[in-house]
């Protein structure tokens, strides 16, 4: 599993494997490329949230996928192939994940509320993307909202927002 993750963020995402030569200058490498190793494992929980609210109502849809990878390449400035090997990264990682923690953790500790009502905007995007709110879709993003520490009045103005936009 750490192969998949490791070409992906050697290939795609420009960080590079540390050289194990020791000394100064690794250790002041070491910062940014432990800063990009974290900015890349949010990108994998924010899109992997996004899979399992796009499945939840067991259909996952072309528009949903689109909607999917347009988020990537905008919020995460991502080219096409990059946000489809995240796609495809994030769903090995649902796939493996025995719960939705792991993700909702890390966000959680990481996100301001800013960004975190800006995910909640996404996810209602998503939901949204087919015209209709399935009950298991409402009801993994309240979940998720609950996981992130995100309260429901967030979560109703994200709601409103992504509706506005879906409407224009």
């Known amino acids: 599993m750490i192969d998949p993750i490791r070409r992906f963020f050697t290939s795609q995402m420009g960080l590079r494997p540390s050289s194990g030569n020791g000394g100064e200058h690794a250790a002041a490498a070491a910062a940014p490329e432990d800063a990009d190793a974290e900015l890349r494992r949010?990108?994998?929980a924010a899109c992997a949230?996004?899979?399992e609210l796009a499945h939840a109502d067991e259909e996952f849809s072309d528009d949903e996928r689109v909607h999917i990878e347009a988020v990537?390449?905008?919020h995460f400035e991502l080219d096409e192939d990059a946000a489809?090997?995240?796609i495809a990264l994030?769903?090995?990682e649902r796939a493996q994940a025995i719960d939705l923690y792991q993700f909702t953790r890390l966000i959680r500790e990481?996100?301001?509320l800013g960004q975190k009502t800006l995910l909640a905007e996404i996810m209602?995007?998503?939901i949204l993307t087919d015209g209709e709110i399935a009950r298991h879709e409402a009801y993994m993003l309240r979940k998720?909202?609950?996981l992130l520490d995100l309260k429901p009045g967030y979560l109703s103005a994200a709601r409103k927002r992504a509706a506005g936009e879906q409407g224009a």
Do not use: F, K, T
């Open 110 to 112: 990481s996100y301001d």
């Open 124 to 126: 209602w995007g998503l």
């Open 42 to 44: 949010l990108h994998v």
């Open 72 to 74: 990537l390449r905008r």
């Open 144 to 146: 998720i909202a609950n």
């Open 90 to 92: 994030a769903q090995l």
């Open 49 to 51: 949230l996004l899979l």
């Open 84 to 86: 489809q090997e995240l």
